[in-house]
């Protein structure tokens, strides 16, 4: 029998703030910032090329607007758990690790 | 039915309701979750701008060169220096519009004359570069014909001015000429700048807007700004007098050119004043530069048109600012002019581009240190070995920027030497 733990918001909202910051590191460091230039129309080299600007720029916005928002969310869900004292688990997940937010761990049985 | 068996009922129907209106546990994790989003984007995204905005010290300097100009400087100093390089980036422009590779020229010679104009340490390679930036063209000219540099559609067509000659040519040449004798004079130049005009002014007389045309049958706000800014300049210089028709042009424009809604000069418009459907209204990305060029016409008139320009098409949205390319409720249709616009916004990067240099010129320091947040934001600024250029803009975008941030010198100089 498989248990299921619940995962905190804030787990979940850092986990997803990191897997879109490696995104954008990927996308950097392929050198895709070269292509934003479809931004003014000039980038006329393919449609790889136009491709890879366009993910670039999604990347990076994602980056610069959800991350951050993502980071602080995880904070404020860590401290309404820490002053309720109660947690709020969240949708769950057949991760093993333990939580380690504030919040009483209860696996649920299946 | 009894008392008690009535209040079973009651009861029951109540739990019944409290437990239909109970949401799924699933379903309250994700309202939660999305509380706790919408909270932190509530605090997030009001500063977001903060994390891109810089002291407009860093772009704008009241002597010398500021910062981010001289690094931006650097980038483009070295690929106009090298005739390879030089030709490589002209010929990425010119593929994708010819338009570009010809005013990513005159804006490079505008901001290296007033480079040299800050700093006398550029001067020697300025006039080098500026030198062979005229050439070239005039030699391309020469060899391709009058044509070369105007889009597909200024090959074809009936011209209502014979013999056919675009004033956006002519006009932006003999700019290029003007600012270059400013800085020092060339004698070689001066019969050069002297036919331009004497080619422009009769075209320009034969209107009854007094307006030659760019393309066939079209006339642009932008072009005919640009020559009058050039007849302005060799009247400094040479000592000629076209006083008769700035005025008449600014008493016709103010009369005949003026969107009845927000008081701004329309953009395109026949030989005859009727407004073209290329550019019936006013556009951003023609008013910000004609409200610069009538700066040493009328300057009157434009700090009025940069003041409507700036209510019309001016915006800022949580610190960051940008142009519209047409005032709300008089959208036109996207174009090589107006760039890929932003939906709901209807911002356009060629017209912020353009609104820099005006919120520069006519130093409007908030709307500017909020346009380069957003330059900072979006324009993709990148550096490598001591330059700088923005990726998401062009050559002939980055030359925009770089006579945004050193604007000023030249503009004085014609003012100075008008007194005079």
Same mark, same amino acid.
């Given at each position: !029998?498989?248990?299921?733990?619940?995962?905190?918001?804030?787990?979940?909202?850092?986990?997803?703030?990191?897997?879109?910051?490696?995104?954008?590191?990927?996308?950097?460091?392929?050198?895709?910032?070269?292509?934003?230039?479809?931004?003014?129309?000039?980038?006329?080299?393919?449609?790889?090329?136009?491709?890879?600007?366009? !993910?670039?720029?999604?990347?990076?916005?994602?980056?610069?607007?959800?991350?951050?928002?993502?980071?602080?969310?995880?904070?404020?869900?860590?401290?309404?758990?820490?002053?309720?004292?109660?947690?709020?688990?969240?949708?769950?997940?057949?991760?093993?690790?333990?939580?380690?937010?504030?919040?009483?761990?209860?696996?649920?049985?299946? | 039915?009894?008392?008690?068996?009535?209040?079973?009922?009651?009861?029951?129907?109540?739990?019944?309701?409290?437990?239909?209106?109970? &949401?799924?546990?699933?379903?309250?994790?994700?309202?939660?979750?999305?509380?706790?989003?919408?909270?932190?984007?509530?605090?997030?995204?009001?500063?977001?701008?903060?994390?891109?905005?810089?002291?407009?010290?860093?772009?704008?300097?009241?002597?010398? +060169?500021?910062?981010?100009? @001289?690094? $931006?400087?650097?980038?483009?100093?070295? =690929?106009?220096?090298?005739?390879?390089?030089?030709?490589? %980036?002209?010929?990425?422009?010119?593929?994708?519009?010819?338009?570009?590779?010809?005013?990513?020229?005159?804006?490079?010679?505008?901001?290296?004359?007033?480079?040299? &104009?800050?700093?006398?340490?550029?001067?020697?390679?300025?006039?080098?570069?500026?030198?062979?930036?005229?050439?070239?063209?005039?030699?391309?000219?020469?060899?391709?014909?009058?044509?070369?540099?105007?889009?597909?559609?200024?090959?074809?067509?009936?011209?209502?001015?014979?013999?056919?000659?675009?004033?956006? =040519?002519?006009?932006?040449?003999?700019?290029?000429?003007?600012?270059?004798?400013? =800085?020092?004079?060339?004698?070689?130049?001066?019969?050069? $700048?002297?036919?331009?005009?004497?080619?422009?002014?009769?075209?320009?007389?034969?209107?009854?807007?007094?307006?030659? %045309?760019?393309?066939?049958?079209?006339? *642009?706000? /932008?072009?005919?700004?640009?020559?009058?800014?050039?007849?302005?300049?060799?009247?400094?210089?040479?000592?000629?007098?076209?006083?008769?028709?700035?005025?008449?042009?600014?008493?016709?424009?103010?009369? %005949?050119?003026?969107?009845?809604?927000?008081?701004?000069?329309?953009?395109?418009?026949?030989?005859?004043?009727?407004?073209?459907?290329?550019?019936?209204?006013?556009?951003?990305?023609?008013? *910000?530069?004609?409200?610069?060029?009538?700066?040493?016409?009328?300057?009157?008139?434009?700090?009025?048109?940069?003041?409507?320009?700036?209510?019309?098409?001016?915006?800022?949205? $949580?610190?960051?600012?940008?142009?519209?390319? *047409?005032?709300?409720?008089?959208?036109?249709?996207?174009?090589?002019?107006?760039?890929?616009?932003?939906?709901? /916004?209807?911002?356009?990067?060629?017209?912020?581009? +353009?609104?820099?240099?005006?919120?520069?010129?006519?130093?409007?320091?908030?709307? +500017?240190?909020? +346009?380069?947040?957003?330059? %900072?934001?979006?324009?993709?600024?990148?550096?490598?070995?001591?330059?700088?250029?923005?990726?998401?803009?062009?050559?002939?975008?980055?030359?925009?920027?770089?006579?945004?941030?050193?604007?000023?010198?030249?503009?004085?100089?014609?003012? @100075?030497?008008? @007194?005079?």
């Amino acid at each position: !029998m498989k248990t299921k733990r619940p995962v905190s918001h804030a787990r979940r909202f850092l986990r997803d703030a990191v897997v879109l910051s490696v995104l954008f590191l990927i996308a950097h460091l392929l050198g895709l910032r070269q292509y934003t230039s479809v931004l003014s129309g000039t980038a006329s080299c393919g449609s790889l090329r136009r491709l890879g600007g366009v !993910m670039y720029l999604t990347f990076y916005f994602l980056f610069v607007v959800c991350v951050p928002v993502l980071v602080i969310a995880a904070g404020l869900a860590r401290a309404l758990a820490a002053v309720t004292g109660s947690g709020t688990p969240t949708a769950s997940s057949e991760d093993p690790q333990p939580d380690d937010s504030a919040e009483p761990q209860q696996p649920a049985l299946r | 039915m009894t008392g008690p068996c009535k209040d079973v009922e009651t009861a029951d129907r109540k739990r019944g309701d409290s437990e239909s209106m109970k &949401l799924s546990p699933r379903l309250r994790r994700a309202v939660s979750a999305l509380g706790l989003l919408a909270v932190a984007a509530c605090i997030w995204v009001p500063c977001l701008h903060l994390l891109f905005r810089r002291d407009i010290g860093q772009y704008r300097a009241t002597q010398g +060169l500021s910062p981010v100009a @001289r690094e $931006l400087a650097s980038t483009y100093l070295a =690929v106009w220096s090298d005739p390879l390089l030089r030709e490589r %980036e002209l010929a990425t422009m010119r593929r994708r519009n010819p338009e570009w590779d010809f005013m990513s020229r005159t804006y490079m010679v505008l901001a290296l004359a007033n480079m040299s &104009l800050r700093d006398s340490r550029y001067k020697d390679e300025a006039i080098e570069i500026i030198d062979a930036i005229i050439d070239d063209t005039l030699d391309r000219e020469k060899a391709e014909g009058h044509t070369h540099f105007l889009l597909a559609y200024g090959h074809r067509g009936s011209w209502a001015v014979d013999p056919p000659r675009s004033i956006f =040519v002519d006009g932006e040449i003999a700019l290029m000429i003007a600012a270059r004798r400013l =800085v020092e004079e060339k004698p070689t130049y001066k019969q050069h $700048l002297t036919e331009r005009i004497a080619l422009m002014v009769p075209r320009m007389r034969q209107s009854p807007v007094l307006c030659a %045309e760019s393309y066939p049958g079209e006339c *642009w706000l /932008f072009c005919n700004t640009v020559a009058l800014a050039a007849v302005r300049m060799g009247d400094v210089l040479d000592g000629t007098d076209h006083s008769e028709l700035l005025e008449s042009w600014v008493r016709t424009a103010k009369a %005949e050119l003026v969107d009845p809604q927000t008081g701004i000069l329309i953009s395109a418009f026949r030989v005859d004043g009727t407004p073209a459907p290329a550019g019936p209204g006013p556009e951003g990305s023609s008013i *910000w530069m004609a409200a610069h060029m009538l700066a040493v016409i009328d300057p009157e008139l434009a700090r009025d048109q940069y003041r409507r320009a700036r209510r019309a098409l001016g915006r800022s949205f $949580l610190g960051f600012g940008y142009s519209r390319e *047409w005032p709300r409720g008089q959208e036109g249709a996207m174009d090589i002019d107006s760039g890929p616009l932003i939906p709901i /916004f209807g911002a356009s990067a060629s017209a912020s581009g +353009l609104a820099v240099l005006a919120a520069a010129a006519f130093e409007d320091e908030d709307y +500017l240190r909020r +346009l380069m947040t957003s330059l %900072e934001c979006a324009g993709f600024p990148t550096a490598a070995e001591g330059g700088l250029r923005y990726q998401a803009s062009n050559q002939v975008g980055d030359a925009v920027l770089l006579y945004a941030m050193t604007e000023g010198p030249l503009w004085q100089e014609v003012r @100075r030497r008008a @007194r005079r």
